[in-house]
């Protein structure tokens, strides 16, 4: 039973962490390159512009909702299973968002390598 | 990319493995959560080990978001999964979880699909421009400064 709650954990993650790091890749390339900019005007330039970001902010609330929901995870499942399975299987939902949201291009190699995941994540849940 | 570059990467990995596996040893203590009683999951951060692994976490939010900021998603998620090694052999000599054969070979597999994307000319990712609104976004801030 508290196998299924770890798995519920594990959608919910992948969800909110799929959402969280599309949101904080947009908000990021916004801000620009953060070494440049702390070398040109200061670190607290690069953290108020930061936090200034309107999808750094939506981004930030996303990955806490998926935070605590690796918490309830973690204390319902291995460590060696709950995190690895929800990474991986938010590394090919962040390629379909990447490609849709971002319009980052996605190769073959790339579908490839999700097929290649996909199959860890279900080695590991054996 | 630079030797900088390479370390913050490098940071992102570390950072995300210790920082779990903390949390993680520290949860196992708490024991089980339950929906009923939801303050356990608030009062949890109190604990050292817990809060420490927060820190990490901390510590890898600013290098994750370091990274995210020259370059693609779609780039440092795979470059930085050698948190995924890290984190099996934490969880092996350190937290004492027995891992099977098929886990080590789902491992594996991960690692293999990932250095799949890494090894590529994918690399080059960035030069291309993929994303005419994030392009377009990161120019007008040039001009800005």
Redesign the interface.
Known sequence: M?QLYAWGAIAVIVLTSTAG??L???G????????E?RR??GLWTVVGR?LRNRYFLLGVLAMAIA??S???G???G????V??AS??LT?IS??IA?KIF??????H??W??????A??????A? | MTF??YLVLVGVAVFAATG??L??RG??Q????SLHRLPD?IL?VLDPGVALGVLF?LAFFAC???A???A???YV??AT?IS?IL??LI?KFF?H?T??L??W??????S???G??TG?P?LT?RS?P?????LT??VS??LE?
């Open positions: 508290t790091d599309v904080l890749s947009r990021m390339k916004q801000v620009g390159d953060v070494g900019l040109r005007a930061v935070f605590y690796l918490l309830f973690l204390s319902w291995d460590v060696s299973l995190v690895p990474t991986s590394f962040n390629a990447a971002l319009h980052e291009r996605v190769d190699r790339r490839l390598a999700a097929v290649l995941i199959g860890g994540v279900v080695l590991l054996l | 900088r570059k779990d596996s949390i993680s949860m196992k708490v024991g089980a959560v999951i949890v976490l994750y978001m370091t995210l900021s020259w693609d998603l779609t998620l795979p999964s995924y984190l099996t969880a937290l979880e891992i099977s098929s886990r070979l789902g491992i594996v597999l991960i293999a699909g990932v799949f994307v590529g994918a990712y291309h993929d994303s005419a609104e994030c976004a990161s801030t040039r400064r």
